[in-house]
Structure formats: structure tokens, C-alpha cells
């Protein structure tokens, strides 16, 4: 030091004097009632979410701060110099954006009518099993079956990529043409299958109702479709408890498919009338043609199980409703998953997980029902994981892969029974290497982000 040390008051020159501690009380407030403090605490939900101290310097300008007020109050040179220390001090939060509403909400009421629909028409064939006699009528009524399912699949996905590309006119259009011309070739391959007779009228009206049911269910007319069926459930309800004369039975079916026909006209003329959209490209024939070829695969899978069994036919038709829904469940769960996920892996396994979730609980309904129905329980259920996992590769508009393989199967089964085999170990064999290409193809398809865009 460059002087003597000061003593303490009253002691001797001898000792050294001792330093007096410096308080460490602040002149100014504690730094919790820093005014900057206090500033960032009143703005920090917006400077929370600035991503640059330019932003905090317009938010403080539009508070009205002054150039006085920042140099005299928070001890600051300028405006910039504030927002930077505010920017400092405020750590980074920003809010998750509100969810965005799901496009795949299931609506329940609807899959529950469209299972209805799906279901009822089969009291028909108990309405009017005395209206045809021997195996060529039966054998026409498959034909003229598979002949309208193959052509009513095209035409509805036709139906539906004019929906959407050119509006409800060109879909009615579409409708207009290709359902009476569907109805015609499915009942004249009934016709030729059969030979005249009621076997052939029978495939008749069945071919006119699946073209008019397919008709009301693209345009959305769930309702009135399940109101044109009442006929004929009253009437199976009836012979479930009465014989019914034939005539009466044959009127009506003839009612069903009357009022059918009506409201399909009625819809597609309604839809006629409806203002055209913006001029766009119709879509190429070919595109729908992997779905026809689906539909006369399928067709021709149900018709083989429900050669051995035809209660496993009645199970899976009872089940489609809940097999649309889940259609639905599994690309709300995968949509929610893209939103979840933050690394590619991790959207993977959760869409997988979706996946097994969703086939496992349509597995179960059909276990349940085969239990119920008295019927196979493994041949329904890898008949249904076919059926349900090509319907949802189709719905992310993978339509050439579910095709091929539901015809490659179709045909080996098809081909097993002439040849004297086992149809039960072939069918087996046949529908579970068919369901296990599927799933492995969904799995790795919708493993993918970019595939639920």
C-alpha cells in the first residue's frame, strides 16, 4: 500500500488496523426488481416467441418506449441494446400449433348404415331360394355375381376420381352410362351360364339391384338405399316364420329391385343437374381396371369359401361394415402418428403398430362371428386379412399389387379343386401366403411418412 494502515479506534499504533468489510447491500433494488426484469417478466409470453432481438425491438416500440425512458429507466444506450438484453434474459418457447381437425374421423353412423347395406341384400337369395331349381340356375347366379361385382368396382372408382376431379355432374355422367351397361352384361353372362329360365331372371334383378346399389352408395345415398331393402327384410322376416307363397316372395323381390332402380335414377339425374366444375382431364380407363380385376378376385375367393361353407360368406358379409370402419380408424391413427413421431423410426413402428392394431381387431370380429356361426375359424380369418388388407392398400391408391395377388390366389384355389386336392389345406395355404404378401407390402408402404401426404 502507498500509506499507513488506518487503525481502529482506540487501539494502540502497534497493531495492524483491519479493513472494514464493504456492505453487500445494492444502492439500487435486488435484481429480482431489476426494471429490465420487470420488463421481461410483463412481455415475456411475445418475447418468449421471437426468433430474432429485431422482433423484441419493434414489440418495445410499439409499447411506446421512448429513447429518455430506455437510457434513464433500464440504464441502456438505445432500443437494440434493450431488445438484446431481453432477448437474453426470455428463454425460447414456442406454442404448439392448435391440431388440425382429422380428415379421418370415422363417421360411425355412416360405416353402420353402409354395413346394413352391405348385409341385408343377402335375405334375398333366403326370400327367393325356391324360385330356381337345380345347379345351373345357381351356377348363373354366381356368374352374373362375380360378373357385376368385377364391373361395379371399376365403375365406382371411375365414378369416383370424376367425383373429385370434375364434380358431381361428370360422376353422375359416368353413372349413368356404365350402370345400366354393367347390369346388362352381368345378367347376359347369367343368361349364358344358366339358360332361360328363373335362374336367369333371378340373375336379372340381381344384376340390376348391384348396379343401382352401387349407383346410390358413390353418391352417398346410404339411407335411401337401406330404405329401398325393405321389402325384402320384411319378407325374410316373415318366412322365418311363415311359408310364403312364391308369388308373394317374387313381388317382393321385384319391389326391392323396383325401388332400387328408381332412386339410383332419381339420385343420377339430381346429380345431372348439379353446376359443373372447372374443365379437367378424365382420367384413363386403365386406372380403374386393377379394382375390377380386385373385385372378380374377391368374388371369386368368397364364392370358393362359400362353396365349402356358406356360413363363412354370411360372417364376412355381416363384418364389411365394421371392416370400412377400421379402413378409416387406421388412417386417423396414422395421421396422428405423423404428428407424433420426430424421427422416421419412430413413425414406423407406430404405424405398424397401427396396422396390427386395427387388422388384430377386425381378426377378432370375424372369430367372434365364426364362433357364433359355427363355422371355420382359420380359413375366415386369412380370408378376411386378405380381403381387408387389399382394401386398404386400395385406399392409399395401391390398386395393381392387391389385385395381382388376390388373382394369383383366386386362381390356385380355383385350380386346386378340378384337380382332386383337399380344398380346405389348399384354400389355407393359398389365402396365407396371400396375407402374408400383403402385410409385409402394407407394412413397408406405410412405414413411409410420405405415403399419408
Not at 418475447?47 to 434513464?72: F, M, N, R
Not at 340381381?206 to 352408395?217: R, W
Request: contains cysteine; aromatic residues 6%.
Amino acid at each position: 500500500m502507498s500509506g499507513p494502515l488506518r487503525l481502529v479506534p482506540g487501539e494502540g499504533d502497534t497493531l495492524p488496523a483491519v479493513p472494514r468489510p464493504r456492505s453487500r447491500t445494492r444502492a439500487r433494488p435486488s435484481w429480482a426488481a431489476d426494471p429490465i426484469d420487470e420488463l421481461a417478466e410483463r412481455l415475456v409470453e411475445q418475447v418468449a416467441v421471437a426468433v430474432h432481438p429485431y422482433e423484441v425491438a419493434a414489440l418495445l416500440e410499439s409499447d411506446g418506449l421512448t429513447g429518455d425512458q430506455i437510457s434513464e429507466r433500464y440504464a441502456r444506450p438505445d432500443l437494440f441494446t434493450l431488445a438484446e438484453d431481453l432477448y437474453a434474459r426470455v428463454p425460447r418457447h414456442y406454442p404448439e400449433p392448435p391440431p388440425a381437425p382429422d380428415p379421418w374421423r370415422p363417421d360411425h353412423l355412416r360405416c353402420a348404415l353402409r354395413g346394413l347395406v352391405f348385409a341385408l341384400p343377402g335375405l334375398a337369395y333366403v326370400l327367393g331360394a325356391g324360385l330356381w331349381h337345380g345347379t345351373a340356375d345357381v351356377s348363373g347366379l354366381i356368374a352374373a355375381a362375380l360378373a357385376a361385382w368385377a364391373w361395379n368396382q371399376a365403375l365406382s372408382h371411375r365414378a369416383y376420381l370424376r367425383l373429385a376431379a370434375e364434380g358431381r355432374a361428370a360422376a353422375g355422367r359416368t353413372l349413368r352410362i356404365g350402370g345400366p351397361a354393367g347390369a346388362l352384361g352381368a345378367a347376359v353372362t347369367g343368361l349364358l351360364v344358366s339358360g332361360p329360365g328363373t335362374g336367369a331372371a333371378f340373375a336379372g334383378g340381381q344384376s340390376c339391384y348391384l348396379a343401382a346399389a352401387s349407383v346410390l352408395l358413390v353418391l352417398g345415398r346410404e339411407r335411401v338405399l337401406l330404405l329401398t331393402l325393405l321389402p325384402v327384410a320384411a319378407g325374410a322376416a316373415a318366412a322365418s316364420v311363415w311359408r310364403l307363397p312364391a308369388p308373394l316372395a317374387l313381388g317382393l323381390l321385384l319391389a326391392t329391385v323396383t325401388l332400387a332402380v328408381a332412386a339410383a335414377g332419381h339420385a343420377i339425374h339430381g346429380t345431372l343437374r348439379s353446376a359443373p366444375t372447372a374443365a379437367a382431364a378424365r382420367p384413363k380407363l386403365l386406372r380403374s381396371l386393377p379394382y375390377g380385376l380386385f373385385g372378380l378376385a374377391a368374388g371369386v375367393l368368397a364364392a370358393l369359401a362359400g362353396a365349402g361353407d356358406p356360413r363363412s360368406v354370411v360372417v364376412l358379409t355381416l363384418s364389411m361394415g365394421f371392416a370400412e370402419w377400421l379402413l378409416y380408424r387406421y388412417r386417423s391413427l396414422a395421421v396422428a402418428a405423423l404428428r407424433e413421431s420426430t424421427t422416421s423410426r419412430g413413425f414406423t413402428l407406430r404405424a405398424c403398430r397401427a396396422l396390427a392394431l386395427c387388422l388384430g381387431a377386425y381378426l377378432a370380429v370375424l372369430a367372434l362371428g365364426a364362433l357364433v356361426a359355427g363355422t371355420g375359424i382359420a380359413p375366415l380369418l386369412v380370408l378376411g386379412a386378405v380381403l381387408w388388407t387389399a382394401l386398404l392398400l386400395q385406399a392409399f391408391s395401391v390398386a395393381w399389387m392387391p389385385a395381382a395377388v388376390c388373382l394369383v390366389a383366386a386362381a390356385a384355389e380355383a385350380a386346386a379343386l378340378p384337380a382332386g386336392l383337399p380344398p380346405s389345406p389348399v384354400q389355407l395355404i393359398c389365402r396365407t401366403a396371400a396375407a402374408a404378401v400383403l402385410v409385409a407390402g402394407a407394412c413397408r408402404l406405410f412405414g413411409r411418412p410420405t405415403a399419408h401426404r
